[in-house]
T-cell receptor, first 114, second 114 residues
Framework: ETGVTQTPRHLVMGMTNKKSLKCEQH?????MYWYKQSAKKPLELMFV???????ENNSVPSRFSPECPNSSHLFLHLHTLQPEDSALYLC?????????????FGPGTRLTVL | DQQVKQNSPSLSVQEGRISILNCDYT??????FLWYKKYPAEGPTFLIS?????DKNEDGRFTVFLNKSAKHLSLHIVPSQPGDSAVYFC?????????????FGSGTQLTVLP
């Protein structure tokens, strides 16, 4: 596997379910990111893990919980989601240093909350 | 308040002609700018970038121009090909600190007509 991979690619869940999204990067990067893309809206940064530092967008509800066990793996734990959380969830990674730090994205997980 | 704006939601261009996609930003602290290309049901693919110390960067058919005084950047694609049809996102970053955060525009749908 190369680049940034995400599983599952598609997920349908009920509001009472608990599920997790997984991201893995094979680029030797030190920073990983979760983004949300809703219809007709710009990509919105949710969480950043960089050199063991975590940065989060304060507007993200607590029903989204990230976990980064090491620099290659990133999870997004989901619980008691709402239908408006249906969106494309994108993971990205970067070196996390330098003035021209470029983020590379995975293919995304299309989440539908019923 | 959107700090990165792409005011044209769509653009149609004839094959072989030049495509010009525009992006404006408001935060003068942004010092690294990127263009991503996105096909439906896929993650954004990095296309080209430019640092604020430059005003032009070229890579094959793609050229990005940066006008810092106007807080404006543009992506030129020449010649345009049908395979270039996709949504193009402009993104901006402040490179200080360990956690880079990209701010995205809302995207421009480019359609290249054969």
């Amino acid at each position: 596997e190369t680049g940034v991979t995400q599983t599952p690619r598609h997920l349908v869940m009920g509001m009472t379910n608990k599920k997790s999204l997984k991201c893995e990067q094979h680029l030797g990067h030190n920073a990983m990111y979760w983004y949300k893309q809703s219809a007709k809206k710009p990509l919105e940064l949710m969480f950043v893990y960089s050199l063991e530092e975590r940065v989060e967008n304060n507007s993200v509800p607590s029903r989204f919980s990230p976990e980064c066990p090491n620099s290659s793996h990133l999870f997004l734990h989901l619980h008691t989601l709402q239908p408006e959380d249906s969106a494309l969830y994108l993971c990205a990674s970067s070196l996390g240093q330098g003035a021209t730090d470029t983020q590379y994205f995975g293919p995304g997980t299309r989440l539908t909350v019923l | 308040d959107q700090q990165v704006k792409q005011n044209s939601p769509s653009l149609s261009v004839q094959e072989g002609r030049i495509s010009i996609l525009n992006c404006d930003y408001t935060n003068s602290m942004f010092d690294y700018f990127l263009w991503y290309k996105k096909y439906p049901a896929e993650g954004p693919t990095f296309l080209i970038s430019i640092s604020s110390i430059k005003d032009k960067n070229e890579d094959g058919r793609f050229t990005v121009f940066l006008n810092k005084s106007a807080k404006h950047l543009s992506l030129h694609i020449v010649p345009s090909q049908p395979g270039d049809s996709a949504v193009y996102f402009c993104a901006a970053q402040i490179s200080s600190g360990s956690a880079r955060q990209l701010t995205f525009g809302s995207g421009t749908q480019l359609t290249v007509l054969p």
